[in-house]
């Protein structure tokens, strides 16, 4: 870590003021370079208390992402054990598949302020702000630490979905397969997309788009798509969410690797298209019915009305009542 | 293209001697680049004549890989319209995938003279010497053409099995699904990789490589690897085999982009794996039996010993006599 990271690291673990002296020695640095560290991390928006005879104490953390904000508290095993932040980037999701080409290891974690060519599912471009919501990227390499891909894409959601809950008191609910509903509005989005051989997934990433403190969105996103602050009237600090996210999704996992759906019942608590009229695409026939139930497999069942039930596997559906439907 | 493929392209298409002066103005460069060119193209292995008051003439060009000599006389639509060759990469496939993400088109052709890290199925590696062997990549993207997945692993199969017949008179054959055999030893690997979400994929790499000219392998590959050149004498040149293959990959996804498996018939036909005993390993228990079939989904069907018939989707499948089994 860079001189400036232990710095920050000792302040946040330090009860009160830190001499630069104790820094120095504890740190094994000189006192320039304890100096330089404290300014730099005030001009990434760090309030530092610093008191003639006292020395430093760290008053407020902006909500900036670094390594060490994020591993501080962070309550995963292997999940963000390598943490890669950016500024900026194209897609947390593309930058997650690069880095894997050239090795990082299972469980890496991509965090973005901003992404410039954010991706939806199916191609579709995701809307990507900076400084207001919350980009990130898991890589998990299925033969490091089992995975059950089936389970992936719903574990996900629902891992989002009890974070917020836990989080921000709101009352977040899952939109099969695994878009995150505040009411009626879209808060999170998930693309979870492989790289595999024909009999062999070499690795999985799995993007997740938080809207977090977004005030506003496009006129034509602003039936569908709602922010944690634009219900609550509150902000939210982005690395704390990510943090509950990442300790869910950890649990979830390692729950299912061997094929454990027990996670169902608490999914189906929340999963908001479940009793409701849903419609849907297939071969270029147009169905509707009503959501009963989720297989084992984690499919949706939908009772038709002309009579009958069928499983939908994933796409396209439709539910009454969600994104202006 | 830079100055020295365009000199070089006039040169081949030309019949006889061409002056300096000629390739000056018809090239629209200074007599100085025409003259640079020449010495380039003959530092790395072309033999071009000169001679006073007549011009220069292409003798022999050598087997090194290049846009220009790719290109010449390719009779593809889509296929190579791209081309990137390297001296030395960690892997073609790598390398597809890499330039996919940063939009590498359908078709696009990645060829290495040699692999540092070649890779061969379910991650096992490849060796990859250079100058001898060939290797390349091709990347497709089912969005911007029709790919039919499930055939595209013995499609390719069958279009290096069909090239190397045309190409040097060898006996070849297919091991099911897509191992191309002379005699009894291997002489091209194939891995096909995709970049995939849930329900999309985004684009597959089909990774080949041949052995042309190896006059050796490693002790613990003798049994099993052969090339073009022990089996028959003599050695080939890998630009004219690799256009071949090209050729003939392009024509068989082309005719089952819609589904189409009339190739198989074809298939069938240098299969070595039918009419064989094999042996494979499902779910942990071994199974014996005599190959008899390839389905219409390109599946292997085996009547077992102990009688029925199996399907076998993937995986390793041991034939009698073919890698000194």
Known sequence: ???????????????????????????????????????????????????????????????????????????????????????????????????????????????????TGGKGRLGRSFSSPGGVSLYFS??????????????LTLIAGLAVCEAIRGYTGLNAVIKWPNDVVIGSRKVCGILTEMSAEVERIEFLVVGIGVNVNNTEFAKELEAKATSLYLESGEKFRRIGLLKEILKKFEVFLKSTAAGNMEFLGEYKKYCVSLGRRVSFTREGKQFTGTAVNISPKGELIVKLDGGGLVTVFSGEVCVQGIYGQ
Chains 1, 2 share one sequence.
């Open 138 to 151: 898991i890589l998990l390499r299925p033969e490091d630490a089992a995975v059950n891909v089936g389970s």
């Open 1 to 115: 870590m860079p001189t400036k990271d232990n710095v920050l690291k000792y302040l946040k673990e330090s009860d009160g003021f830190v001499s630069g002296e104790e820094l120095s020695v504890k740190l094994n640095v000189s006192r320039t370079a304890v100096w330089k560290s404290i300014e730099s991390l005030r001009s990434a928006g760090y309030k530092i208390d610093s008191v003639t005879n006292r020395g430093y104490k760290l008053g407020f953390s902006p909500d900036r992402y670094s390594e060490e904000e994020i591993k501080f508290g962070l309550e995963t095993d292997f999940i963000a054990k390598d943490i890669y932040c950016f500024d900026s980037i194209d897609s947390t999701n593309n930058e997650a598949k690069r880095s894997a080409l050239r090795g990082a290891p299972n469980g890496s974690l991509f965090v973005a302020e901003q992404q």
